[in-house]
Nanobody, 124 residues
Framework: HVQLVESGGGSVEAGGSLRLSCAYSGDTQNTAYMAWFRRAPGKEREAVAVIYRPSGVTNYADTVQGRFTISRESAANTLYLQMDSLAPEDTAMYYC??????????????????WGQGTQVTVS
């Protein structure tokens, strides 16, 4: 089993930055593929970014490309999401997710085995 705990959310003005963290523990060999999702009020869950540990390959949603950066520090068992140039439409609950292996359908929430509880980001 894997435990995921997000932190770093908060309130920020448009144009500002935040860095989210996701600390993972337990069977960390099952976290080769990790992603950030978000859910805004009244909207469906949206994939934001993904990173594949063995290769370091990343992918981003078009809506955040060039503004957000996903990274991970394996020694610290932590996943990050650096969010710059934030806009009100980025307001959402942000979740990290993990699965044990690479998967092409990274935007499909159903492929992930583990989820955190979320951290709220509010941009005004």
């Amino acid at each position: 089993h894997v435990q995921l705990v997000e932190s770093g959310g908060g309130s920020v003005e448009a144009g500002g930055s935040l860095r989210l963290s996701c600390a993972y523990s337990g069977d960390t060999q099952n976290t080769a593929y990790m992603a950030w999702f978000r859910r805004a009020p009244g909207k469906e869950r949206e994939a934001v970014a993904v990173i594949y540990r063995p290769s370091g390959v990343t992918n981003y949603a078009d809506t955040v490309q060039g503004r957000f950066t996903i990274s991970r520090e394996s020694a610290a068992n932590t996943l990050y999401l650096q969010m710059d140039s934030l806009a009100p439409e980025d307001t959402a609950m942000y979740y990290c997710a993990a699965r044990w292996a690479y998967e092409d359908r990274w935007k499909f929430a159903g492929i992930y085995d583990y989820w955190g509880q979320g951290t709220q980001v509010t941009v005004s």
